[in-house]
């Protein structure tokens, strides 16, 4: 077995309102310091044999992430 | 003329798609997302509601269904295609139409009756509005809000592809007002709020609605008089 982690952000530009209503909830716990708060997605793939990254980056590119909207990285991890 | 209306689980809409296209005078078929099979019908529409769940993103899953595979390569053949809501998601997700639908901006679900200026006539499923004309019919989104580059946006402006905008209020913060778009050829047209909602005096707040189940049906018989496909883009 071993796991591929695939991380989804929407890109820079793109305007992130949920990551805004957190950012604008935090003076409310008393933390002033905080500029901004972007929210992505964590993906894990566990593949029945070797970790076969081309194949997770096929299926980032294609399925689990919206080119036009976000960007994504993907790394084996040695904890699975 | 039949008109096909896609059944994906979670499809809601797919009853009225179907009852507005019967309104129009046409014969509404019923197609399933596992099956690739079109059953011959001369244009589809892709409905509203949460296809699978809305998990991963709206649309995103049911791009891969049997039945959009048929549809995708029909469409680039030039068979008229309408997404409405949840639809127009699936034909971002699936690359017939250009740019993306997120989350509206102020993070409500958008539930009223809208005001629309229809800006492009030359489409398979608008060529019986007149350029301009101001249409109300439901808009009901949480996701509806559309964004594209600036470049696609300016082209979508200069080819005359903008099918409407919202006016009066803009329900969900999309760029430059976006409510409807269609690609290059004119055949496939994605809108976010709900023209099916508006054909009937019962239920609708106006008739505006109708003319997009209309429109195709005067597309379809231009196609087949002419022997040419009518409601191309200029």
């Given at each position: 077995?071993?796991?591929v ?56 590119d ?7 909207i ?11 | 003329?039949r008109i ?18 019967r ?21 589809v ?12 993103r ?19 053949g030039g068979l ?29 679900f ?10 492009s006539?030359?489409?398979a ?17 949480g ?6 580059d600036?470049?696609?946006?300016d082209?979508?402006?200069a ?6 905008r919202?006016?009066k ?11 409807a ?5 004119g055949?496939?047209v ?40 009518s409601?191309?883009?200029?």
């Amino acid at each position: 077995m071993a796991r591929v982690v695939v991380d989804v952000m929407l890109k820079p530009e793109i305007l992130d309102p949920q990551g805004q209503a957190v950012a604008n909830a935090l003076p409310r716990l008393g933390v002033t310091d905080v500029s901004s708060v972007r929210i992505g997605r964590r993906i894990e793939i566990e593949f029945a044999g070797e970790a076969d990254l081309d194949r997770a980056r096929e299926i980032a590119d294609k399925l689990l992430a919206n080119p036009v909207i976000e960007d994504f990285d993907i790394r084996v991890t040695e904890d699975a | 003329m039949r008109i096909g209306v896609v059944t994906f689980p979670g499809s809601l809409d797919d009853g009225d798609a179907a009852r507005a296209a019967r309104i129009a005078g046409a014969e509404a078929v019923r197609l399933w997302h596992g099956d690739p099979d079109l059953h011959g019908v001369d244009a589809v529409v892709l409905p509203g509601g949460f296809s699978y769940g809305d998990y991963l993103r709206c649309g995103a899953i049911a791009r891969f269904a049997p039945v959009m595979e048929s549809i995708i390569k029909a469409a680039n053949g030039g068979l008229p295609v309408l997404g409405i809501c949840n639809g127009f998601q699936v034909l971002c997700e699936a690359h017939l139409l250009p740019g993306a639908l997120t989350r509206n901006q102020h993070l409500h679900f958008r539930n009223r009756d809208q005001w629309l200026r229809v800006q492009s006539v030359d489409t398979a499923w608008t060529n019986g509005y007149t350029e301009g004309q101001e249409i109300l019919i439901p808009v009901k989104n949480g996701e509806g809000c559309y964004v594209a580059d600036e470049r696609t946006l300016d082209a979508l402006e200069a080819e005359g592809r903008i099918v409407a905008r919202y006016i009066k209020g803009n329900p969900n913060g999309s760029q430059r007002d976006i409510a409807a778009i269609t690609n290059e050829a004119g055949n496939v047209v994605g809108i976010m709020p709900h023209p099916e909602h508006a054909v009937e005096a019962l239920t609708g707040p106006s008739l505006d609605g109708l003319g997009f189940f209309t429109s195709v049906l005067r597309a379809l018989a231009g196609a087949t008089a002419g022997g040419q496909q009518s409601g191309g883009h200029q």
